[in-house]
């Protein structure tokens, strides 16, 4: 293929002056077609390649914005070029890749706020929080008002143990940026933890701002609702000068988050009927029959909803599923921790039937779930475990191991090491009613915190927990109960991402409850 003719320098620049116009300008069609032209006779030109990517990424075409960058850092490693990149990585959750390129930008630009503020947040991101601590700490010194830089802090020093530096960090992005409801979330996680709920609760609300999605993107704002928000006021009708009497108004609750904050928070269900005609409940379809079960069949005037907006016109009043402790007032002191869940008497029994049918039907029965949900989050990396961690103890301890795991990836089903040990009939379980009916036959349950342990622990079946070092807020710190549920005991990680010393304290406590040649079923009967 022949070579291009030779081009003047003054050309190029005029066409590079163009295309910046069209490309300023939005004519991105016009842009694109300068900046290959000036590609084509000067492939070097580090400005057009630059700007070529930005074309790109202005096309939401990520991968090739991302190509065209590295091309220009290559020919001339400036600082914007290296900025530019880490959006680019971080929007396309490489994160891997974005901590190699805020380094190398690093070593051009040591003292570059963007690039600092980038490796911090791609080391968090990956749950490298010893890592990004220094680094914000960095960014801090070298802008002391940097207010995200305080509350990324903030949420690190809180994964690494320190709930009073958390605070500390958290409390000064505040100051510097009071409309940042990012950092009042992040308070209410340090505050929870802390189990100092009364003041936790107001900035609990902003919560849903943290969210995100099964993979890891930011979840979108709940629509405001033409209803007001129950907040523990006496309930009327919106509008009346003095209402009905006290319960005869009707309040919509709408779900939140995963199943587990689900389990945990519809205790309160049945609470609000004492101050509401009805409740209905715009119910996740896998918790629909189990709640029927459990609840719409003790308490009437409990409704679940299917999993869309319903007619607001029958309802007067709404409240997101996790506000119902706002709204009660909930101190550590007034969880409402009974039992209320169950499972149904017939699908138990079936259940029963098949456990029983199992050798040696009189060894104890341990139900366990190794992994977590939602495997594009960083937290569910750190909470949860494989299968092959858990061979030694399934091998070590003689109890009947009934696999109470769902995988959302092919990772977390049971892997060659374990699968001897384990009675794993999961792909029979359509949803939580079958998962409570088989808890139902269970003496046990052991689980990382997910949805398995919150069901489990509802229905009042001993569970012993396997939690992450400074884990989630409602298992608080420092202790190995929970006031949520009295029926859980907590194995917590004494470093973080040590799950053998875990696990070993579980053998041994496991090989206390049941020891070798015990006939246990016939024992307890």
């Not at 205790?267 to 101050?275: G, N, V």
């Not at 949805?451 to 009042?460: E, N």
Request: hydrophobic share 45%; net charge negative.
């Amino acid at each position: 293929m022949p070579s291009p003719s030779p081009v003047s320098s003054e050309t190029i620049s005029l066409w590079f002056h163009e295309a910046e116009e069209a490309r300023v300008a939005g004519r991105l069609d016009t842009a694109q077609a300068l900046l290959d032209r000036i590609i084509v006779h000067d492939s070097a030109h580090a400005g057009a390649l630059y700007a070529r990517g930005l074309v790109a990424l202005a096309l939401d075409q990520l991968p090739l914005a991302q190509r065209w960058i590295e091309r220009a850092v290559e020919v001339e490693p400036q600082p914007p070029f290296f900025d530019m990149l880490c959006l680019i990585q971080i929007k396309l959750r490489m994160f891997a890749s974005l901590v190699q390129t805020a380094r190398a930008g690093l070593a051009h630009q040591p003292d570059s706020l963007a690039l600092h503020y980038y490796l911090g947040a791609a080391l968090q991101l990956q749950g490298r929080a010893d890592e990004a601590a220094p680094v914000y700490r960095r960014l801090i010194e070298l802008a002391p008002d940097y207010a995200q830089a305080h509350a990324n802090l903030g949420v690190v020093v809180k994964d690494l143990g320190s709930l009073s530096e958390a605070e500390r960090h958290i409390r000064q992005a505040m100051a510097l940026d009071p409309a940042n409801r990012g950092a009042r979330a992040s308070l209410s996680q340090v505050l929870l933890a802390a189990g100092r709920y009364e003041e936790a609760w107001p900035y609990f609300e902003d919560r849903r701002v943290n969210f995100v999605d099964a993979n890891g993107q930011r979840a979108e704002e709940v629509p405001q609702l033409p209803l007001p928000q129950w907040r523990g006021e006496r309930p009327a009708f919106p509008g009346s000068a003095h209402g009905p009497a006290a319960g005869g108004a009707r309040l919509l609750v709408l779900p939140e988050q995963g199943h587990g904050d689900s389990l945990q928070f519809v205790r309160y269900l049945p609470l609000a009927l004492e101050r509401f005609a009805q409740v209905g409940y715009i119910c996740p379809p896998p918790l629909r029959r189990l709640y029927e079960e459990s609840l719409c069949a003790r308490w009437p005037g409990l409704v679940m909803l299917d999993d869309v907006m319903p007619n607001l016109s029958r309802w007067d009043w709404q409240c997101p599923l996790m506000s119902l402790p706002l709204a009660f007032g909930t101190r550590l002191d007034t969880i409402p921790a009974t039992r209320y869940l169950c499972a149904e008497p017939q699908r138990a029994a079936n259940w029963r039937a098949k456990l029983e049918a199992l050798p040696q039907p009189d060894l104890p029965r341990v139900g366990v779930a190794w992994a977590g949900g939602h495997s594009g989050l960083t937290e569910d990396g750190a909470r949860s475990l494989n299968s092959a961690q858990l061979a030694p103890l399934f091998a070590s301890v003689p109890v009947r191991w009934i696999s109470l795991q769902k995988a959302d990836n092919l990772a977390k089903r049971p892997g060659a090491a374990a699968k001897p040990y384990l009675v794993d009939w999961m792909d029979d379980v359509e949803d939580f009613a079958d998962t409570a009916a088989m808890i139902d036959n269970l003496d046990l349950v052991i689980s990382v915190d997910t949805s398995v342990a919150h069901l489990a622990a509802a229905m009042g079946k001993p569970v012993w927990l396997l939690n992450r070092f400074a884990g989630c807020w409602r298992w608080l710190r420092d202790r190995d109960d929970s006031p949520w549920y009295p029926a859980v005991r907590l194995f917590t990680q004494s470093q973080r991402g040590n799950w053998a010393e875990v696990l070993e304290r579980v053998a041994d406590e496991l090989k206390q409850r049941y020891p070798l040649g015990t006939s246990y079923r016939s024992f307890v009967r």
